[in-house]
């Protein structure tokens, strides 16, 4: 399992050297967008819309617009610096709380914590220390140069971090719209449903649960694979090089006097013919 973050997880005098592991991954089905006319991939370019030209990954700066089109300017350097302070930190669990004092809400994403070299004992001191008193901890940690509110907790018999919200990431729900005020329902409505939920109620298991949409799709897919209902994408056409500079020059010149002759052919064509005389201009230039 790739290892994305080692540290240290410490409480009170107790210090534990962990790797931090993915929890879960996303298993969308990825759909690439093509081009209708020849099948081919759609290319997405960086371009800057005053220079009018594709930037390349070293013009690139980092800025936080504080006002519309007002940006303040911070350099890789600074980013480093700042995050590096933050690095060096270990993480500490400054509480211990009941799970289900923390609302589902401010849940985020699932890490694994597997000791490393010398943090076993540590490790399975904290793990047997939260199963026994039932709490989980809360701690700071920085990932992906980003600050971390986190839960330390047990999942099977392994130490989980389960990244968590600041209060301040979680919309105000009083500017939720049209959610109705509390009104009084009739008792045998109310009875109906509790009666449904009651008849629907089971343990929870995680494996009865399918992504019905994910296997069509996937099914789908294979369908028209095994069908041969396949496109292959055209290898981008390549302009024809001249072998060096006066080869170019040469080519240009020509092209050149090409079109200039064409130019030639088309206005002789369209000059006039001279008039004939008729009899009677003849004679009159005659007498």
Not at 46 to 64: G, H, L, M, S, W
């Amino acid at each position: 399992m790739h290892t994305m973050w080692k540290g240290t997880i410490s409480f009170g005098l107790v210090n534990i050297p962990v790797k931090m592991h993915a929890a879960t991954e996303n298993k969308d089905v990825k759909l690439r967008q093509l081009h209708k006319e020849c099948q081919s991939p759609i290319k997405y370019e960086r371009t800057c819309p005053v220079c009018d030209r594709e930037i390349e990954n070293d013009e690139i700066v980092k800025a936080y617009e504080y006002a519309k089109n007002k940006f303040v300017v911070l350099d890789d350097e600074e980013l480093e610096n700042l995050k590096k302070e933050q690095a060096d930190k270990a993480v500490e669990i400054v509480d211990f709380v009941k799970l289900e004092e923390i609302d589902p809400i401010y849940f985020e994403k699932s890490y694994f914590l597997s000791p490393s070299e010398g943090g076993g004992k540590a490790y399975s001191l904290l793990r047997s220390a939260l199963e026994d008193t039932g709490k989980i901890g809360i701690a700071k940690m920085i990932i992906r140069s980003k600050e971390q509110l986190a839960v330390i907790r047990i999942y099977q018999n392994t130490l989980v971090v389960e990244t968590i919200h600041f209060p301040d990431e979680v919309r105000n729900v009083q500017d939720v719209p049209n959610v109705p005020e509390e009104a009084d329902t009739p008792k045998k409505e109310l009875d109906t449903a509790k009666m449904l939920i009651d008849q629907l109620t089971t343990t929870f298991d995680p494996e009865k649960y399918k992504d019905e949409y994910r296997s069509a799709l996937l099914d789908l897919i294979e369908e028209k694979k095994n069908q041969e209902e396949v496109t292959t994408a055209k290898d981008k056409p390549k302009p024809e090089k001249a072998t060096n500079l006066m080869d170019a020059l040469q080519a240009s010149l020509d092209r050149t006097q090409e079109n200039e002759q064409k130019k030639t052919k088309e206005k002789s064509k369209k000059k006039p013919e001279p008039k004939t005389k008729t009899s009677t201009q003849k004679k009159k230039t005659a007498k």
